[in-house]
């Protein structure tokens, strides 16, 4: 049986506006790299930030799992060179 997702209103609208469709974002979750934990410190629930691959296009998901296992989509999107490392894996120093 699947695992269910659920999904921010923010990661929906980023989705929407990067033409990335629920069964990529699940492809990044099981088959993906965790490059960074408990990204978004105070939150209610620990987070990782999941890079991934579907196709040529990179995908960086944050994902939030609460006490009883549920997992919960934040954001979804493409890094861009600017911002991460060659191989998306490690953020740049900002100015």
Request: glycine letters at 6%.
């Amino acid at each position: 049986m699947a695992e269910t997702l659920f999904f921010r209103l923010h990661a929906r609208e980023q989705m929407a506006a990067r033409n990335v469709a629920p069964d990529a974002v699940r492809s990044v979750l099981v088959n993906g790299e965790v490059i960074e934990e408990d990204v978004r410190e105070g939150r209610p629930y620990p987070t990782r930030l999941i890079l991934g691959w579907v196709g040529n296009r990179p995908l960086h998901v944050l994902v939030a799992r609460d006490p009883e296992g549920r997992k919960y989509v934040i954001t979804v999107y493409e890094p861009t060179p600017d911002r991460w490392s060659d191989d998306f894996r490690t953020r740049r120093s900002q100015p």
